[in-house]
């Protein structure tokens, strides 16, 4: 098994995991909706698909992915 040969300084191990935290996410307030959302992301309110504000899909229902056919015979 592998071990190191000198000690690592916590200098350079606090350097290393700096890249380690998490940021949180960027959400918004909807000026037209008043509805909290994720930035540059669609978003659902009462049925309808908005994106930058404006209403993209009216009477928006996502689809779920197709389960293959069970067919007896």
């Given at each position: 098994?592998?071990?190191?040969k000198?000690?690592?300084?916590?200098?350079r191990?606090?350097?290393?995991?700096?890249?380690?935290?998490?940021?949180?996410?960027a959400?918004?307030?909807c000026?037209?909706?008043?509805?909290?959302?994720?930035?540059?992301?669609?978003?659902v309110?009462?049925?309808?698909?908005y994106h930058?504000?404006?209403?993209a899909?009216k009477?928006f229902?996502?689809?779920?992915?197709?389960?293959p056919?069970?067919?007896?015979e």
């Open positions: 098994m592998a071990h190191p000198r000690r690592q300084s916590s200098t191990r606090d350097k290393r995991r700096t890249h380690d935290k998490l940021t949180p996410k959400v918004t307030i000026p037209n909706t008043g509805e909290l959302h994720l930035r540059h992301k669609a978003y309110v009462d049925g309808d698909l930058n504000g404006k209403v899909v009477n229902a996502p689809v779920a992915a197709a389960a056919s069970t067919d007896e």
